[in-house]
């Protein structure tokens, strides 16, 4: 592994544990060059994946752009670190899993949008008003109506 701080790509291992509920490896590592110390994650990963975009166009599918985009969606809310971190974990393994190498975005966003439905409502609602690209206060105000059908207006 090469070091971050001096380019150095003889790194030593110095501690290895399990991180995330088991399903990567946290690594702290020495640098014997500059004396940096830094950290790394190791993951399973089933497969690439390519991430087909409504407009046709095709990426290789970013963990870090979904682990940002769910951060912001719960900035301030309170959920830990561990459990959001599980989240992402569970969407990459759903995606993996699902046997074909291309998703179609709709399809993360949709598997993200039931995860953070179920962890917290205020997260659920900020990444939807992203996704589905609200316009206005009306967008949110039918958004949040669906959500609690059983809620009559106040007349």
Do not use: W
């Not at 690594?27 to 690439?48: H, I, K, N, S």
């Not at 963990?63 to 830990?80: D, H, M, Y």
């Not at 599980?86 to 598997?111: A, F, H, K, P, Y």
Request: glycine fraction near 6%.
């Amino acid at each position: 592994m090469r070091c971050p701080f001096c380019g150095n790509v003889d790194t030593q291992v110095k501690d290895s544990r399990p991180a995330e509920d088991h399903v990567a490896i946290r690594r702290r590592r020495f640098c014997p060059a500059c004396g940096g110390r830094f950290t790394t994650y190791e993951r399973v990963q089933l497969r690439d994946l390519v991430v087909v975009k409504s407009n046709g166009k095709r990426e290789e599918f970013d963990r870090t752009k979904l682990e940002r985009s769910i951060r912001i969606a719960l900035q301030k809310r309170p959920v830990e670190m561990e459990r959001m971190d599980q989240m992402i974990s569970g969407i990459v393994r759903r995606l993996e899993s699902m046997g074909d190498t291309d998703i179609q975005s709709g399809t993360i966003g949709e598997i993200v949008m039931e995860s953070l439905a179920r962890i917290d409502t205020v997260a659920y609602v900020r990444f939807a008003s992203v996704y589905k690209n609200f316009q206005a206060a009306d967008d949110f105000e039918s958004f949040v109506s669906e959500l609690r059908p059983d809620v009559k207006p106040e007349e």
